[in-house]
């Protein structure tokens, strides 16, 4: 059961693109204790239960694995997609997994586009555009070299070439990016100005994947600078 617990409280909080620090703040716990309860270090009292339960708006049983009703849904629809079986717990998590860095990638997309929506500046809407187009380009290109059956019809840059102008093309829409944030900030023009509290505002059910995706991203960066260092 302890395994379930930790488990399951670790899947309920990144499902919401909580981090580790609120989810203690907001239950009014360490956030080394919560980390000791998602790991399964320590078990938790019969309060810390109820208030979680109450926090996740689950039942207790299904914190302690004893029922599956909080995950029928996804159940079933990895059935119809013949992804996994009733008891291939590996692949349900797996699946929760890439459903969640799918929401939170997706979430912040919507929220980026929503502020150039609204701050209206055509051309950095445009090059911010080109920007994630070209990486996705990137990204979908090297999938699709994994299948050497594939046929290269489908792309026009030759494929020795294609990576170091998709990196050019990423400094250069990067170099375009900062000169005209740098232009907009001179103007002082407050309908753009970007704050975490506007963010949270305007944003309220999906800014806290951003700010989990903001987190994930400089974890993965710190860890590149500690090699190197």
Do not use: W
């Amino acid at each position: 059961m302890k395994n379930d617990f930790a488990r399951i409280i670790t899947l309920l909080r990144k499902e919401r693109g909580l981090s580790q620090k609120q989810v203690a703040l907001d239950l009014n716990i360490s956030q080394a204790l919560l980390s000791h309860y998602e790991k399964g270090i320590r078990e938790c009292g019969l309060d810390f239960l109820l208030s979680i339960a109450d926090y996740y708006d689950v039942s207790c049983d299904y914190l302690l694995g004893k029922t599956s009703e909080r995950t029928e849904t996804i159940l079933n629809m990895l059935k119809e997609d013949n992804n996994i079986n009733d008891d291939s717990n590996t692949s349900c998590e797996t699946y929760i997994e890439n459903k969640i860095n799918k929401a939170i990638i997706i979430n912040s997309i919507n929220i980026i586009y929503g502020l150039l929506e609204t701050d209206s500046n055509k051309e950095l809407n445009d090059e911010i555009s080109n920007y994630i187009m070209v990486l996705f380009y990137n990204l979908f290109r090297r999938l699709y070299s994994g299948n050497l059956k594939n046929l290269q019809g489908l792309f026009s840059v030759d494929k020795n070439l294609y990576k170091t102008l998709v990196s050019a093309s990423e400094c250069l829409s990067n170099g375009k990016i900062d000169i005209l944030v740098k232009k907009i900030a001179t103007t002082n023009d407050s309908n753009f100005h970007i704050t975490r509290e506007r963010i949270m505002s305007e944003y309220p059910n999906i800014a806290s994947s951003l700010y989990t995706l903001i987190q994930m991203a400089e974890s993965r960066i710190e860890k590149i600078n500690n090699i190197k260092n």
